[in-house]
């Protein structure tokens, strides 16, 4: 289907077409880009005017550009514009502009993906739903994802992060949501701002791009909430709160089991009842502030209930999946690949859904089954960030992790204020940690891995995973 005409595409941008196109999709990375998109060539860590050459040999429809590059040929199809990023933002707005979407928009220190991921999956199933494939949620994130957006899309579902303050707003602004839900405010990126008030006037400003009548769909738990609370009502957004002390989608119970989440809820829809396929609190609050948010809509809250069991955390976001060490007697490892992000609210949750699952006793070389946490260091926590780590210790889940393995000099404040029985293994790097996997873990074991994604943590999932039979699938539970 054509997503952009060159007509349309240099109306809004104001650019020139060499050629008359048309595109059936947009790309910035000529390693992902499939034949018929038009490729913008942004300037990042390298300028992609160098690989222009590459992306119409791969069949873009189109390049949009500010000069031809050396070696592209005089008549090949290019949108020349005075600036590339801004031409990309002229798109999507004009994207937005041209579609009858309801639009949701999505903010919060932490489980922004997921909550949008949830957001795509049931919404998908009541109309047709655009939604980025990945976490497009800055200042080329945004613009890409509503480029994207085809004209007849039903319900689009935006999420927009930041690192810096001021980023936020003129983001919202540009996908003008007709809902923007903010999943919680926690101290992560604490690095840019004062403290913890600085995030949630951050976050709040997501409302600053809401339509007229537009809707904000606020957790009503958090310490800040009267923050975004007060923003609202100075912008005289219609309020929706969400949380165990929400007056409309109240939390009233959270079961975690093996894999899964039990969740009862009191909704204007009256008593509902869902199941994630997933374990998590955090999740279950994600849940039920998408189905405020999908009522705000338009959608169908009952229906979307029943939709959330299908939904799965994306990759490194909370996965679990089996590694067989030996596929006879279908034994293995159960880990929980976290691995993506953390602070110390996400890492509060993680631990929770570690201590929820049993290990397996009487498998592998260790005789008792262990939960076994393999933390790396949280990033971008500002001048607190060495009590942050420490203070992990008090966890109450900890009580039921029988050993932690620690990775990175921020989290030796953990391993240090850990009790002598529950220490593993402490190193610099996690790729020093990676390299001792067999001794990290056994047959039997839950595992965690979770740390920022800077720390590298990651390494050690993939160690993991290679301790697994040559000859074995990895059975997946997501």
Known sequence: MTLWTSQD??????????????????????????????????????????????????????????????GVAEDAPLLIVDDVLLALEALGIAARARTKAK????????????????ARTVL????????????????????????????DTEYAVIEIGMSNPGEIAPLSRMARPHVAMITTVAAAHLEAFDDITGIAREKASIMDGLTSGGVAV?????????ILQ????????????????????????????????????????????????TAGRHFAMNGLGILAAAAALGADPVQAALDLGLWHPPAGRGTLEQVLTDPARNEG?????????????????????????TPVDNVGHIVKGRRVAILGDMLELGPEEAQMHASIAADASLEQVHLVHCAGPRMRGLYDALPEEKRGVWEESASDLAAQATRLVDAGDVVLVKGSKGSKVSLVVDAIRKLGHPDAHSDSTR
């Open 9 to 70: 595409a240099a109306r809004a941008t104001g650019g020139q077409s060499t050629a008359r196109w048309t595109a059936t999709g947009v790309s910035i990375d000529t390693r992902t880009i499939e034949a018929g998109d038009l490729f913008v060539a942004l300037k990042a860590a390298r300028d992609g005017h160098d690989f222009v050459q590459m992306a119409l040999e791969k069949g873009a429809a189109a390049a949009l550009v500010t000069h031809r590059p050396d």
């Open 103 to 118: 639009v949701l928009g999505i903010t919060g220190s932490v489980g922004k993906t997921s909550a949008k991921e949830m």
């Open 124 to 151: 998908s199933r009541q109309g047709k739903t655009h939604a980025a494939e990945a976490s497009y949620n800055n200042h080329w994130g945004v613009p890409l994802t509503l480029a994207r957006m085809p004209a």
């Open 218 to 226: 606020l957790k009503a738990d958090i310490e800040t909430s009267a």
């Open 230 to 277: 007060n923003h609202a009502s100075r912008l005289e957004a219609q309020q929706v709160l969400f949380g165990q002390m929400a007056r409309d989608w109240k939390l009233q119970h959270v079961a975690l089991r093996e894999g899964q989440t039990m969740v009862q809820a009191d909704t204007p829809v009256g008593p509902l009842m869902f199941k994630l396929s």
């Open 333 to 357: 490892i159960a880990l929980l690949d976290d691995a993506f992000n953390a602070n110390p609210t996400s890492m509060t949750a993680a631990l929770e859904v570690l201590a929820s699952h």
